[in-house]
């Protein structure tokens, strides 16, 4: 079985969702055949590597693509991107995709740097990233940086209406797709801005040609609202554990944007509990016991009032 994120990412401009300034950059640098080094940032899922790749299958190129957070160290830049971006090429351009550049160690972003400007001449470099703080400043400033922003909802919603329709031939959106709609709308308000989690989903939820959502998928979205309803009446620390423990999640990421959204609601010292929110967002991606690290978050959101 096909993984539909694979199957239905966009192959031409045209079919990118999205981004609309970035798109005319990105057709304008197409028409040339030839790019500058590039560097996309944003949230998870919202299509830095669909674009990167869109690019590289657009141009007239050697292409080596690399997954940072599989190979971080600085041998990566020695063994497998300076023997490439070194060689001969009968194509236009070598084009190197690093995707997940912040988890390269800060050793390997410094020989990279240097990398960029000695094959200046023959290769183009373009690094994706989820937190573009990661990346040293030397190497920002070598790239053409571009946050990508998610598509709105509605656009989101049309994709997978369309998917649906090629899949299971369901008119999705029409006047008998009404409770079609009703299921996928709360997948996506739940895993939004995360397009590839939400088409994920939903495919998982594909039971005999029917949507069958099943209802763990969304606790996420539930749990947020009563985290944030414990704050507010400043239950004990051991009941906001049992709310996470019984909610049966293992993912929080949607949870920091739900407390950052309604901060005002549960403390008075906004400006604390926002840099609290931010510093375990941060440590977030690095542990491996999720729930750890959410209860500590909780727990200094608790003492400030």
């Not at 990118?16 to 040339?32: F, H, R, S």
């Not at 949607?254 to 309604?262: C, P, T």
Request: with cysteine; charged share 25%; aromatic share 8%.
């Amino acid at each position: 079985m096909e993984l539909w994120v694979e199957k239905y990412r966009p192959q031409v401009l045209e079919d990118y969702v999205g981004n609309e300034v970035i798109k005319n950059k990105i057709a304008d640098y197409l028409k040339q055949g030839s790019i500058q080094n590039l560097l996309f940032h944003g949230v998870a899922g919202t299509g830095k590597t669909t674009l990167a790749k869109l690019i590289a299958k657009n141009l007239n190129c050697d292409l080596l693509y690399l997954n940072a957070s599989d190979e971080r160290g600085i041998d990566t830049i020695r063994e497998k991107i300076i023997p490439f971006a070194s060689s001969m090429s009968f194509n236009d351009v070598k084009i190197v995709i690093l995707d997940e550049a912040d988890y390269l160690t800060p050793q390997a972003q410094a020989t990279l740097r240097n990398t960029i400007e000695s094959c200046s001449k023959t290769t183009r470099f373009i690094l994706t990233c989820n937190y573009l703080e990661r990346i040293i400043s030397p190497l920002q400033s070598r790239c053409q940086t571009f946050e990508i922003t998610p598509p709105s909802k509605g656009e989101v919603l049309f994709k997978v209406r369309q998917i649906l329709e090629n899949e299971l031939g369901i008119a999705y959106g029409s006047k008998n797709g009404v409770e079609e709609d009703n299921d996928i709308v709360p997948v996506i308000n739940t895993h939004y801005p995360d397009i590839r989690k939400i088409i994920n989903t939903i495919q998982g939820s594909i039971v005999d040609g029917q949507i069958k959502i099943d209802d763990n998928s969304l606790k996420n979205t539930q749990l947020g609202d009563q985290i944030v309803e414990a704050l507010e009446k400043k239950l004990k620390l051991s009941v906001i554990r049992q709310m996470l423990a019984d909610s049966g999640a293992r993912e929080f990421d949607g949870l920091f944007k739900v407390l950052y959204d309604n901060v005002s609601k549960y403390t008075n010292r906004e400006g604390e509990a926002i840099l609290i929110i931010a510093k375990y967002q941060y440590e977030y991606t690095f542990v491996l016991e999720k729930e750890i690290c959410i209860a500590a978050m909780l727990n200094k959101l608790l003492e400030i009032w």
